[in-house]
């Protein structure tokens, strides 16, 4: 038994961001982590010969939120704008889609947001043309990994307006990895364990034990930030249950995306056609970038929320071989090609991964009240945080884990 001021339970940006606040007022805190590494869904792989850091969980920061800016500001980190030409092709790039605006379905929605219902709900009574309809399905399946006929219009309408606080539109990448911002979040005086898996949580007021394999940690209060997959999977046994925040979670949803980077011999495509998205009316794969504006060899696909379907359960190798043929046949080539052309692929299956269990949260139709109430401090003992317990409409992304982190620890210091 160890005693301690605070546990925190994950080591992902919420976790380290709530203990930089926790720290910082002088309390004694102890991270639980049950990987051998701090990050959580924020994975960088950085190789001698990968031209820059391969992301295999975020990699955009999307738009200027002051939680990650702070942070690039603070430590001087590069980070450059994602520029470069956006192409849409049918079945390869011979073949443009052409251009019909999404814009007036987005602006029509916010019409239909009373009483909420699904994205699918709403398109069928969206007055615009079918073919914009279909490629904004596309996009919100593709962006917050999810189906349409769960999605939320309210927690759409609610994100946009998030992002335009933000300069949303616009994306940007840190050049040494995304991996940057949680070891710039980790205080130094916290003590961390790894490979401390919690199973067990037992509490009553003002105080907290977690059982994990490596001992019984003890505290007056504690942090959770699992991710929703994680609580939604039980894979936390709770005496007692705290039912407010397990009701709300599992109405919630958790999305999932096949991911994955090729590193090329060289940039075979960029005398034909240079990009830095391709976004294709492929199933298989229908979302391929670029690192532009570095021009690296390297390609990442992405296959969200419907179309994650059919990597469910395969092997990675099966997996990679599907998104090189995809890749051919979107870049006009023989497959025997791009492999005689890849060096290496990069991938992490986080809908297998205990620890994260799907990709990132979305809210589906009725649900957007349950993120407060992840959100509420449970006798003033237990608090939530992570990405799903997000209220303001930056639930799914690093600065939205952060503010989550940042505000259960406020949470608790204003006790
Ligand atoms: C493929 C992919 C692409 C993404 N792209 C972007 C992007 O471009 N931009 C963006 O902003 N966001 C992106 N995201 C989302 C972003 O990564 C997450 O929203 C954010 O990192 C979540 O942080 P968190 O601290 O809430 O959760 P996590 O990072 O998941 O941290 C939770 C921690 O809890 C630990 N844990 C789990 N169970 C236990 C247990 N029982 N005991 C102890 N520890 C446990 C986990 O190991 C983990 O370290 C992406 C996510 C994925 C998967």
Known sequence: MTDMDVLIIGAGVAGLAAARELCAQGHNITILEARDRVGGRVLSVHESRLPVPAELGAEFVHGRPPEIWDLIRERALAACDVVGEHKAVRADISEPLE???IDPVFESMRRFTEPDRTFEAFLRECPCDEEAKTRAARFVEGFNAARKERISVQSLVQDDDAAAKIDGDRAFRILNGYDS???MLLPPEARME???AVREVRWRRGSVEAVTERGVFRAERAIIT????VLQAGAIRWTPEPRSVLTAACSL????VFRITFLFRERFWEDDVDFSFLHSMNPNVPTWWSTLPVRAPMLTGWAAGPYFDRYLDRPAEESAARAQDVLARLLRMDAAEVRRQTVAWYFHDWHADPWSRGAYSYTPAGALPARAAMAAPVEDT???AG????TEGHSGTVHGAIASGRRAARQMLRR
């Open 387 to 390: 990405e799903a317990t997000e």
């Open 181 to 183: 911002v949680p070891k």
């Open 194 to 196: 790894l490979g401390a």
């Open 382 to 384: 237990l608090y939530f």
């Open 253 to 256: 949803a958790m999305g999932d």
């Open 99 to 101: 251009e019909v605006p």
């Open 226 to 229: 699992v991710p929703l997959g």
